[in-house]
């Protein structure tokens, strides 16, 4: 048997049949159909693996959530905790600073009031001495001292 066609006739000007070019159209309609349905199959396997990328992310984030929460809960408390721990600090510090301030005052004031009585004694002690000094130059110029005083001493 021979797999050559038919010669044509004048009649049909083909070699085909009708029937056959029915056929391979609709052979042709079928691979076009699969050529884009092979396109479209491409693209939504690149969609699908894009969207199960962003499933996997959001999955992650979404169970890193509850982890984050509680760590942010518990980083909150610890830095409340440190707060009022750091204040707490802070209060006792400035009452021993202001104890130590006042006391610093009290010494402080009290040796001013000591060196006030130590002049004060020590001025009362050398105005007596001077006094003293005048009686002594007093009674020694009435006792005939400053005669003497006068004539060897006093210039002529």
Not at 7 to 23: C, G, K, V
Not at 135 to 140: E, K, M, N, Q, Y
Not at 144 to 154: P, T
Request: glycine share 8%; no cysteine; net charge neutral.
């Amino acid at each position: 048997m021979s797999t050559t066609p038919p010669l044509a006739t004048a009649r049909t000007a083909t070699p085909y049949s009708i029937n056959d070019l029915h056929d391979l159209n609709m052979v042709l309609n079928i691979h076009g159909s699969l050529v884009r349905l092979e396109e479209k199959v491409h693209v939504l396997e690149i969609t699908t693996k894009s969207n199960s990328e962003n499933i996997n992310t959001l999955t992650k984030t979404a169970y890193a959530i509850p982890y984050l929460e509680r760590e942010y809960a518990q980083t909150k408390k610890d830095l409340n905790d440190l707060g009022g721990r750091h204040n707490k600090e802070l209060h006792d510090l400035a009452l021993k600073l202001e104890k130590g301030l006042n006391e610093l005052g009290k010494r402080l004031g009290q040796d001013i009031t000591n060196l006030k009585d130590g002049d004060i004694s020590e001025l009362k002690g050398l105005a007596h001495t001077v006094r003293s000094v005048i009686a002594f130059l007093v009674a020694l110029a009435a006792g005939g001292g400053l005669v003497y005083v006068v004539q060897h001493f006093w210039p002529r």
